[in-house]
């Protein structure tokens, strides 16, 4: 049997990700420009433990920032994530894997 790597054989997240759609805003920053970026961006994905975002940046692997997700019903949800990979998918389009650090909900 030949194995596709398009498709891998075992799924190695304990939560498995969800593909929603809800908008999103960050914060970060860059010690190399000695600044806060900030930017707006959309959830590809969703887990309880972490998220796939598309954003305009790139970001550093291994970098933390702020992100404030959009919930349907209309809350914030408010997390400190770090950065597990970055990939250019577009010009101008990053997809950023996030393994979320700390998770608050507000109204």
């Known amino acids: ?3 596709d790597p398009a498709q891998p054989a ?6 498995p990700r969800k593909p929603i759609r809800a908008s999103v805003t ?3 920053t860059n010690s190399r420009l000695n600044r806060v970026m900030t930017g ?7 887990s309880k433990t972490g998220a796939l975002i598309r954003i305009e940046n790139y970001m550093p692997v291994l ?3 702020d992100l404030n997700i959009q919930a349907s019903d209309g809350h914030i949800v408010k997390t400190r994530a770090k ?3 970055c990939k250019r998918v577009s010009f101008n389009r990053y997809d950023v894997g ?10």
């Open 1 to 3: 049997m030949v194995n």
């Open 10 to 15: 075992f799924n190695k997240r304990k939560y």
């Open 26 to 28: 960050y914060n970060y």
């Open 40 to 46: 707006t961006g959309f959830t590809v994905n969703l």
């Open 63 to 65: 970098s933390e920032l």
């Open 83 to 85: 950065v597990v990979h």
């Open 98 to 107: 996030l393994q979320f650090l700390s998770i608050k909900q507000e109204t």
